[in-house]
């Protein structure tokens, strides 16, 4: 399944992370749909998606008793990796912000949530292969009308609308003009664990390399499964201005490099 740059990519300005949900449940038409794009969606063998079609609250657990834990959503996301891989973060984090944005354009809610699950339960539901662990998950379905506590909370320790500039990201400062420069917008806009951005972009001719700024892991994330979100906000940012290219993974404290192969006519 190739990316689908329309509509993710307007999905990147509306999503918005939720803990809390309503009780009403996505059609079976939205689901299968979120089911198919598990099943085709996968770009790297290290890393797929699936579709659990059980209460969120079975498998979330919170900081301190059930603060912090999301709750209500009827339906949830698990982002699996194979760990005998060196790549495995970032594309985790690649494929599943690819199923976030599916349902984001859906009308549904979702939630990138690391350490606050129990990966017991959630590995129960799932037939886990050779190697195969459950990195994160998200909930999906529809918000509450209003933000509960913890929506509010969690939002202001994470300090979302609080960005670093391009020019913060961006090594020595300068931020290229043209296709490259939406590119690195939609990128800057991808979200992280407490919002720590740990993305850094590295511009050197017809290419960009994303490395981190630093290899400390925080709620029991690596960076580099951040780094894989904004790997794919990158690539849909480039294909949406016409520049097609492809990734090269490479070792740590970089995390891999787009290179431009071509400028589309469209």
Not at 3 to 16: C, H, N, T
Not at 20 to 36: I, K, Q
Not at 170 to 180: A, F, L, N, S
Request: glycine share 10%; net charge positive.
């Amino acid at each position: 399944m190739e990316l689908s740059v329309e509509s993710w990519s307007q999905a990147i300005a509306s999503r918005v992370s939720r803990r809390s949900f309503a009780s009403e449940a996505p059609g079976e038409d939205l689901l299968d749909r979120l089911d198919r794009v598990c099943r085709e969606f996968r770009p790297f063998p290290e890393a797929r998606a699936a579709l659990v079609r059980e209460p969120v609250d079975r498998v979330a657990a919170g900081i301190i008793g059930g603060y912090g834990r999301v709750s209500g959503a009827p339906c949830y996301l698990a982002f699996i990796g194979r760990m005998d891989s060196g790549r495995v973060q970032e594309c985790v984090g690649y494929t599943g912000e690819a199923l976030v944005l599916e349902a984001t354009s859906l009308g549904l809610s979702t939630c990138w949530v690391g350490g606050l699950f129990k990966p017991g339960v959630v590995s129960s539901r799932l037939g886990l292969g050779e190697n195969e662990k459950v990195i994160c998950f998200s909930p999906v379905g529809y918000p509450r009308a209003k933000p509960n506590l913890t929506d509010r909370t969690f939002k202001a320790i994470a300090g979302s609308a609080r960005r670093k500039s391009l020019e913060e990201l961006v090594e020595g400062g300068r931020v290229p003009e043209g296709g490259v420069k939406p590119a690195l917008e939609a990128a800057r806009l991808s979200p992280s664990a407490s919002n720590r951005q740990p993305w850094r972009f590295r511009v050197d001719g017809r290419a960009v390399t994303i490395f981190t700024d630093s290899d400390k892991k925080e709620w029991k994330l690596s960076r580099r499964l951040d780094c894989g979100i904004a790997m794919l906000h990158f690539e849909l940012g480039a294909r949406a201005a016409g520049l097609a290219g492809g990734w090269e993974f490479l070792d740590a404290p970089e995390v891999a490099r787009y290179v431009l192969s071509a400028i589309s006519s469209s």
